[in-house]
């Protein structure tokens, strides 16, 4: 009687403190979201005080490739020792990157002190997702969607604002600094209230996977980061870069087969509807990234829109993704179902990319406006609604890995968004420049498809006008590849099953009967996984 008491007291107290807890996570995922949003803006000052701009594309490649090798690794540890211990190092990683960073005196301090930065914001998105996965069965984690989704919406419109103003007013180190104070009460605030199930594992860490793994995702992010840019497509240095690729992930998937316990388990595979959340997560990563690089680009040169408040310019695509990831959260918390979202979300997306390929040097901002709230549709209905369902499909105990597996694919894809749709853009943009301006249009563009506010203010107006067509088509040509692109995600919805989602949904008792929504949740988690947990 006295346990049940305490229970039923903890229980009071839990509705609270889950959301004390949710709101420490979302200030980590912001930390993870905002800092590149920032950092980009600050890079021109970086690069004039500490020179170097022959490797400035480092300082974010260096970022990128640590995040995406050390996120599978982040959510193994997780599952085998603790999701809040390697959550607590991740946050802490991070931010001694961000302070060292902060300090740094060259830029070869700074790439390394990133590479420290990135292997901690590895961390930080996986440790997010599992947490709230271990908290709230997947039945109730819809009403939270809209949480996140907002997060990804105030990153991306604030992060150029915020990286602006830090660096003009006190410079660009505080671009880095700023993360300390943020990352500080997410540590206090997780380190008080959440309290998960302590875990030994008894098994070792799978250190061949990792390292296997470690190398085939470096050699795919730096073949679609240098690939086109760097070097050519077909040059020696990116074929040995696939070769290397290649080779390492054949054996990692060996490896996995053989180790105790292995970084990803390709058990988790088995599920069809986990795979089918992996290839539709990679398509959503694809477009978003994609859609993110090209449209500020097309309404700064074609449209004429000031790059200052570039994270402005995305805002209908924003809100609209939002706005539907809330809605779509409510439906399936109220109802149990979501296949109908990843079906309606890609046919959105396959239309809004359709429709951003129509546009011209005579679109309107209005009517760019309502296609890129078309496409911000169809990602809100698919952005947390697979990590919701990759989630549901597989054990409470491997939680960590599906998270980070689901999140590595979705950072592969962008990977590959941004470079295939890059160097068609460019290839398009350089073509028609030639044949539009003649020699000087292909002089123009020779060192880059992309031209900044100074130097298209400085081109001849004939020239001008052909750079704008030259950026048309070549957003055309991109949007288009995207749309066909996601054909592919809506073949994976079609296949999806209706799984039910473990949790109960909205509860029909007495309201005095009722155990709060937040309680239930937490007591549900803990009994799948067969622990008890207090978040308290």
Request: one cysteine or more; proline letters at 3%.
């Amino acid at each position: 009687m006295a346990q049940t008491a305490i229970q039923d007291k903890e229980q009071v107290k839990q509705p609270r403190s889950v959301r004390v807890v949710l709101m420490a996570l979302m200030i980590a995922m912001l930390l993870a979201m905002l800092d590149n949003m920032i950092v980009g803006t600050a890079m021109p000052t970086i690069v004039g005080e500490l020179g170097g701009l022959e490797h400035l594309s480092w300082v974010v490649t260096a970022y990128t490739l640590a995040t995406a090798a050390s996120t599978p690794i982040w959510g193994k540890v997780g599952d085998m020792y603790g999701r809040k211990g390697a959550f607590l190092t991740s946050i802490v990683i991070f931010l001694i990157g961000s302070a060292l960073s902060g300090m740094a005196q060259d830029m070869g301090q700074l790439i390394g002190f990133r590479a420290v930065q990135g292997l901690g914001a590895g961390g930080l998105m996986v440790g997010v997702m599992a947490i709230i996965g271990d908290l709230i069965p997947p039945r109730e984690r819809g009403k939270y969607q809209g949480m996140m989704a907002g997060v990804m919406a105030l990153a991306m419109i604030g992060g150029p604002l915020v990286g602006g103003t830090i660096t003009d007013h006190l410079g660009w180190r505080w671009a880095f600094y700023i993360n300390l104070p943020i990352g500080a009460v997410a540590l206090m605030m997780i380190t008080a209230v959440l309290h998960l199930p302590k875990k030994r594992s008894s098994g070792k860490i799978d250190y061949l996977g990792a390292a296997l793994l470690t190398v085939g995702i470096t050699s795919i992010v730096l073949v679609t980061t240098w690939g086109g840019s760097e070097y050519a497509w077909g040059s020696a240095v990116i074929m040995e870069l696939i070769g290397i690729g290649v080779a390492a992930l054949v054996g990692f998937v060996f490896s996995q087969t053989k180790a105790a316990e292995p970084i990803m388990p390709l058990h988790i595979f088995r599920s069809a509807n986990f795979t089918l959340m992996s290839v539709i997560g990679f398509i959503t990563g694809f477009v978003m990234f994609g859609a993110v690089l090209f449209l500020p680009l097309y309404q700064q040169s074609v449209q004429g829109a000031s790059a200052t408040n570039s994270g402005l310019l995305l805002l209908p695509m924003l809100l609209a993704m939002m706005v539907v990831s809330l809605i779509a959260g409510r439906v399936t918390t109220n109802t149990g179902k979501y296949k109908v979202f990843p079906i309606v979300g890609s046919v959105l997306m396959i239309g809004g990319l359709f429709l951003l390929a129509q546009m011209d040097t005579e679109t309107s901002r209005f009517t760019s406006g309502l296609y890129m709230a078309v496409l911000g549709a169809g990602m809100g209905c698919l952005m947390q609604i697979t990590m919701l369902v990759a989630q549901n499909s597989v054990e409470m105990k491997d939680m960590g890995v599906a998270s980070s597996s689901t999140t590595l694919f979705r950072t592969l894809g962008s990977s590959f968004g941004v470079a295939i749709m890059g160097a068609l853009f460019n290839n398009k943009v350089q073509d028609v420049m030639a044949e539009k301006a003649g020699a000087l249009g292909g002089k123009v563009t020779e060192s880059s498809a992309q031209l900044d506010a100074a130097s298209l203010a400085k081109l001849p107006v004939p020239v001008k006008e052909a750079y704008q067509f030259a950026v048309s088509s070549g957003t055309h040509s991109a949007f288009m590849l995207g749309a066909v692109v996601a054909i592919g995600a809506l073949i994976a919805a079609v296949f999806v099953k209706e799984v039910t989602l473990r949790g109960a949904g909205p509860d029909k008792a007495p309201k005095q009967d009722r155990e709060p929504a937040e309680g239930r949740a937490a007591g549900d988690a803990a009994r799948s996984s067969g622990t008890t947990a207090d978040v308290v």
